[in-house]
């Protein structure tokens, strides 16, 4: 597979104020320094500890509100469902279900996630290429709105399960409309080679043998052709495009189709990339899909979540090497995972006003995970900070705590929710007791035997 195109953006990394400037939710204090909403990261951080995740309230409604806003004065008829996999905390579900939103989850354990966080059944899509059998009776005994089905092989154990416990399962079929969303290789999901999805030259006949299957109620198509998308909005067209042809065909033939899952994957400027607007997204829906007169749903979660959180570290050392100078902070890999997994590019920004307005100079930021991808960036301007100084890693909140483990017995972080001028810690820190309370040593071994 060919390497995906080079992000088109400056080579310069946006300083400190353009950072600030694109994040409405940080502000700087000349005392208390760096703000999320109105809480000193500085104030978590004594209270808390560090590396603690931090997320905003405030933003999470926000974002909600403007994607639905965005849909709504295009016209379509909508409804939004919170792509659980970006982020599982039960805070942060509440948040989102107050303002109306679904869930769509990829694993029984996000459904559960999905029905204590308050989000209705009636409300939550079931997405995957391996659904277990376990997973799907829980879908049917929740009775949840919709499955999408990945392959004719999951249909036909769907099939069974539900004709057994004598249920319907309502159904869409994701096709595959081999699209190039443009986006790391490594998440995207509309191509044919990827393994999501029914190719759309077979999806006709699929969807006839799921109109016959018992148990099985189609109500149409679903499509997803990756995550981070940030080259505009033509990937979106192109395969919305294909997926009204296909509706089309249907519709030929009689089958029913109530309904369109459109996916989710809209992009965020980590650094200063373009991003395509949610009103350029609701356009391209609008055009393309809008013709069929049908409802359409929409699985946002980076795009929700992303720049709602903040991963807070402090610094263990600054190390002055032949080449390079490191800042090694208590944050590492195993906390945030996206630098070393996609190279990916997360806003450093210090807490201290003072920091803040330092001279800076090139510094490779580390964590103490023994592995050389344990790196954050390289060659980042940012200040001399001292042992205990404080940094924020921006648009954390997706793909963050999620992807987190206890590598190097690393205990995970704590999570925080702030909200106006209030937080709360919503997952306290583990400790290493814990992690070595779900262990055990075999008798023949406690025993001293052989």
């Not at 800042?327 to 003072?354: E, F, K, S, T």
Request: charged share 20%; aromatic share 4%; with cysteine.
């Amino acid at each position: 597979m060919a390497a995906p195109a080079p992000l088109a953006f400056p080579d310069a990394d946006p300083d400190f104020a353009e950072l600030l400037a694109g994040r409405p939710q940080l502000s700087v204090d000349p005392l208390a320094g760096l703000l999320l909403e109105e809480v000193p990261l500085a104030r978590i951080a004594a209270e808390v500890g560090t590396p603690s995740w931090v997320y905003s309230a405030g933003t999470l409604r926000r974002r909600a509100r403007v994607l639905d806003a965005a849909l709504a004065k295009a016209g379509l008829a909508h409804s939004l469902h919170f792509a659980v996999k970006a982020n599982t905390s039960l805070a942060v579900l509440k948040v989102l279900a107050a303002e109306g939103m679904g869930a769509d989850v990829t694993s029984g354990g996000e459904l559960m996630a999905a029905r204590a966080a308050g989000i209705p059944a009636s409300a939550v899509v079931f997405s995957g290429v391996g659904k277990t059998a376990a997973e799907l009776r829980l879908a049917l005994d929740e009775d949840i709105l919709q499955i999408n089905l990945e392959s004719a092989e999951e249909a036909e154990i769907l099939s069974g399960l539900a004709a057994g416990l004598g249920k319907t399962a309502r159904v869409a079929l994701r096709v595959n409309p081999d699209v190039d969303a443009k986006t790391h290789a490594k998440i995207t999901t509309g191509l044919t080679e990827n393994k999501f999805g029914v190719p759309l030259d077979e999806a006709v006949d699929l969807y006839r043998r799921l109109a016959a299957m018992p148990g099985l109620r189609p109500v149409g198509p679903a499509v997803h052709i990756g995550s981070q998308i940030t080259a505009g909005v033509a990937p979106y067209r192109a395969a919305y495009a294909r997926v009204a042809e296909f509706v089309r065909t249907l519709r030929t033939e009689d089958l029913p189709v109530e309904r369109i899952d459109c996916g989710g994957g809209l992009g965020i400027p980590y650094r200063n990339e373009p991003a395509p607007a949610p009103e350029a997204l609701a356009g391209a829906i609008a055009a393309t899909l809008g013709p069929l007169g049908l409802p359409v749903m929409l699985e946002p979660g980076r795009w929700i979540v992303g720049p709602a959180g903040v991963l807070l570290a402090s610094v263990v050392l600054q190390k002055q090497g032949q080449a390079k100078r490191f800042l090694v902070l208590d944050a590492a890999m195993n906390d945030l995972l996206r630098p070393a997994m996609y190279d990916a590019w997360h806003g450093i920004l210090p807490v201290a006003a003072r920091d803040l307005a330092a001279p800076c100079a090139p510094a490779d930021v580390v964590g103490p995970v023994c592995e050389s991808s344990d790196t954050f960036t390289r060659d980042r301007a940012l200040p001399h900070l001292q042992p205990g100084a404080l940094v924020a890693l921006l648009d954390a909140g997706a793909y963050g705590a999620v992807m987190s483990s206890t590598y190097n017995m690393r205990p995970l972080a704590a999570e925080v929710m702030v909200d106006g001028s209030r937080f709360a810690v919503v997952r306290p820190r583990q400790d290493v007791a814990t992690l070595l309370a779900g262990q055990s040593v075999p008798g023949w071994l406690a025993g001293g035997g052989v």
